[in-house]
């Protein structure tokens, strides 16, 4: 049939395959969701931070936070938000897992034409980047929920900061492509 593409499954000269498209785009709604669900938690309490362990206090749980009490960690399942960051959180590190396993078991498509040798080292860094980071984000606000202590939101906030350069930089080198260069680079995942 004339005009009609054939839907491939896995990466191939062809280009990136469904699956690969398909986890992509999902782990970039479920990143953007998390991100909206994580500064709804910030500013519906006033940016202290719901659920951290020690608010304004002197010990975990006094203060603005909503700790238990001397305990460590949060009561998660006492704010619905909160509950759905973390139920958000392990769809985003299981996703990960699948699109790890998926990318090492999966040979990637040829380069494009158009990408010079300095546009493919950024795009194989910030791949890489980008995976470890969907990877530390995650675990970060598992371990900051665990122990519920604000010392240990350095560690996420940090790679949020980091995942916003390296998506930049992603982002950048698609504009680039799309719209400085014109070679339609974009279309490859979509």
């Known amino acids: 049939m004339a005009g009609t593409r054939r839907v491939r499954v896995r990466n191939?000269?062809?280009?990136?395959?469904l699956v690969t498209k398909a986890l992509h785009w999902t782990m970039f709604a479920a990143i953007a969701a998390q991100f909206v669900l994580g500064y709804v938690l910030d500013a519906d309490d006033g940016g202290r931070g719901r659920g951290r362990g020690r608010g304004g206090g002197s010990g975990p749980g006094s203060g603005q936070g909503r700790g238990?009490?001397?305990?460590?960690?949060y009561d998660v399942f006492d704010d619905p938000v909160?509950?759905?960051h973390v139920v958000l959180g392990l769809t985003i590190l299981t996703l990960a897992a699948i699109r790890l396993v998926w990318r090492i078991?999966?040979?990637?498509?040829?380069?494009?034409?158009?990408?010079?040798?300095?546009?493919?080292?950024?795009a194989h860094w910030t791949e890489r980047a980008l995976y470890l980071l969907m990877f530390a984000i995650p675990l970060s606000?598992?371990?900051?929920?665990?122990?519920g202590d604000d010392d240990a939101l350095a560690p996420h906030v940090v790679s949020h900061v980091a995942f916003f350069i390296v998506f930049a930089l992603h982002l950048g080198?698609?504009?680039?492509h799309q719209f400085i260069d014109?070679?339609?680079?974009l279309r490859r995942m979509l």
């Open 12 to 17: 191939g000269d062809h280009g990136y395959g």
């Open 68 to 73: 238990r009490g001397g305990d460590s960690g």
């Open 82 to 84: 909160l509950t759905a």
């Open 105 to 122: 078991t999966t040979p990637l498509p040829p380069w494009a034409s158009t990408l010079s040798h300095r546009d493919r080292t950024l």
């Open 141 to 147: 606000g598992l371990w900051l929920i665990a122990i």
């Open 173 to 176: 080198l698609v504009a680039k």
């Open 182 to 185: 014109r070679d339609r680079l």
